[in-house]
């Protein structure tokens, strides 16, 4: 069967592909003028370094690049181009660049420029250092002022800077390896950009305790540098090849298990209609979970919960009732206000999921809290409010949040947050590996919350809101932008492998619940007259979630994978027998050896199977 560009991601546009560079055992891909998996001797050093232009929103700039040349010779490279960037009010910015690298060095050298001045929240380099095999392992760090500190990186998500004043860092890449990362021009500091799901820590340019958005001066040049130097004292200096260089994936089964979760579906008073038209498909789903979104700001009141009540009344199982509180006035008289409309509506969700409104959005280094009412105070009068009912709380927004404002939760019989893959970057492989950073997450969620109850979502690619920012991203076109409230891929066979991806990747968190989707709308299962597909057409995620579903409450078995970046799996045990699942997070073809199942398997690109297997 020939699969189409559309098939896979939801768009026929594809993205370029990288173009490899090479100095020596040094490689880089260059992808938009930016260099991504900088790997020594086959090992990645670098996740990515790339100049980067934010906006007043942290919205990224997609610059035309114009005058590109690339020459590469047997031991080193060379690249140079110009980035214009266009702005509001017909302001400009153009960056000339020039990237050079010879066996163990590559730098990386930016000059900014505007002649009408330009405002941005950010603007020059952007270092990521990957995660797997780097959390937790020692570190060099040397400040502006030239003290040399010797550290770690953080295992536990770091909800605040872990280091500032940051000149270089180096750490080690293997046994007698060691990378050097070297910022000129400015002074940087790291973030662990694992509290947004991205895979990766983060250095970039400008303190964020300095004021933005702000002004870059008219023809004044902006000139930063970042270096990387490797140091190898190996005597032979084998070489290491990346362990799936040809051959098949193995799958082999693990000793870590559990029960799977319960899959939820939010229903949002704007698709609330939809949904309950759906009502065949909701039940052919079967979810245990309905998260009724709920935002009196947003003008949801009495009308919204009776359509709830009559969708609550066509499902089988439990529902929660998520509340972003005003707190406008006192919080009692507005939970007292919301549960005299359920009255009304005879709306009687089993659980209540309250946040404050405002701790939706983020509170970043160097700002000013906003006032809210204590949260103690808030579950207090939900736990009086709402008898009989659970009582959750956490964030309606990201881990990030839940991190940087950690919810007491003495009141509280579950905690939840969401994730979201499209924050910082929302190009394809960017997306799928933010899977990498999950069983961060939730081992962190674990380390503060021990064994609390433990819910996750709703978390989609696509954005449905931005706690960074003033708004989320339209996206008419259909591109892949960061922080979009729509995102192509999840019409395509991407999103189907990505759901099933990051419920894999949390399986070890023992989740209460599990939340990947609506029903309908931007979220959902199904394509309304607005899509690309044709209306009421079930998007391929459609089968991951019913999928998913159906093995609420089965016990589950770890599969490990020798490449999880490429392929993840695991095996489901229930009432219908014993089978495997497995996943490629790929656009390529994957061939996985699984012994126990008999069969060598090739794996379609973002391909989800099941196999059954003999118990």
Request: hydrophobic share 40%; charged share 25%.
């Amino acid at each position: 069967m020939t699969i189409n560009a559309f098939q896979l991601y939801g768009t026929h546009l594809v993205e370029r592909p990288p173009v490899r560079l090479r100095a020596g055992k040094l490689t880089a891909d260059l992808a938009d003028g930016n260099l991504r998996a900088i790997r020594y001797d086959g090992i990645e050093v670098l996740r990515a370094i790339s100049y980067l232009v934010r906006d007043r929103d942290w919205g990224t700039y997609s610059p035309e690049i114009v005058d590109l040349s690339i020459e590469q010779k047997e031991d080193r490279f060379e690249v140079a181009y110009q980035a214009r960037c266009e702005g509001p009010g017909e302001t400009r910015l153009v960056i000339d660049v020039r990237i050079a690298a010879y066996q163990d060095r590559l730098d990386f050298e930016a000059e900014a420029m505007t002649e009408t001045g330009f405002e941005t929240n950010r603007c020059g380099f952007c270092i990521l250092h990957p995660i797997v095999g780097v959390a937790g392992s020692p570190a060099k760090v040397e400040h502006v002022d030239g003290e040399i500190v010797t550290t770690r990186f953080p295992d536990v998500i770091e909800p605040w800077q872990p280091f500032k004043d940051m000149r270089a860092i180096t750490h080690q890449v293997m046994p007698d390896v060691q990378a050097e990362c070297r910022m000129e021009g400015d002074t940087f500091e790291m973030e662990d950009q694992r509290n947004w799901s991205d895979a990766s820590y983060k250095t970039y340019v400008r303190p964020l305790a300095l004021p933005w958005p702000y002004q870059i001066s008219a023809n004044q040049p902006v000139r930063q540098k970042t270096s990387l130097v490797i140091r190898d004292t190996r005597y032979s200096a084998p070489r290491f090849a990346p362990a799936t260089l040809g051959g098949a994936i193995k799958l082999k089964l693990g000793e870590r298990n559990g029960i799977m979760p319960d899959i939820g579906v939010i229903v949002t008073p704007e698709e609330a209609d939809a949904t309950l038209t759906a009502k065949a498909v909701l039940s052919e789903i079967a979810p245990r979970e309905l998260l009724f979104h709920f935002d009196p700001n947003a003008g949801h009141a009495a009308e919204a919960l009776k359509t709830f009540t009559a969708i609550a009344a066509v499902h089988r199982g439990r529902s929660t009732l998520e509340i972003a509180l005003p707190c406008k006035s006192s919080p009692a008289s507005e939970a007292a206000e919301i549960a005299h409309q359920m009255q009304l509506a005879a709306f009687k969700p089993d659980a209540i999921m309250i946040s404050p409104s405002v701790d939706r959005q983020s509170t970043p280094p160097g700002s000013q809290w906003p006032d809210c009412p204590p949260l103690e105070e808030i579950y207090g009068v939900a736990r009086a409010t709402f008898p009989g009912m659970r009582i959750g709380g956490g964030m309606l927004s990201y881990f990030t949040e839940l991190n940087r404002k950690r919810v007491p939760d003495g009141q509280l019989d579950f905690v939840s947050h969401c994730t979201n893959p499209i924050v910082h970057a929302a190009d394809d492989l960017s997306v799928m590996q933010t899977l990498e950073a999950l069983p961060f997450i939730t081992r962190s969620v674990r380390a503060i919350y021990g064994d609390k109850p433990y819910r996750i979502g709703p978390s989609t690619i696509p954005m449905r809101q931005n706690p960074y920012g003033s708004r989320t991203m339209d996206n008419p076109m259909g591109a892949r932008i960061p922080m979009a409230n729509r995102d192509p891929r999840h019409n395509g066979r991407f999103a189907e492998a990505f759901a099933l991806g990051y419920a894999i990747r949390v399986l070890d968190a023992g989740l209460e619940c599990l939340t990947l989707s609506a029903l309908t709308g931007p979220f959902g299962l199904i394509a309304g007259p607005a899509e690309p597909i044709e209306q009421g057409g079930r998007r391929p995620l459609f089968n991951a979630v019913r999928t998913l579903s159906a093995l609420a409450g089965a016990s589950w078995q770890e599969c490990i994978s020798s490449s999880p970046s490429e392929v993840l799996s695991f095996v489901a045990r229930d009432a219908e027998g014993t089978k495997l699942h497995v996943v490629n997070l790929t656009s390529g073809e994957r061939r996985v050896d699984y012994h126990a199942s008999g069969k060598d398997l090739l794996l379609a690109p973002f391909a989800t199977v099941a196999l059954p297997l003999a118990d």
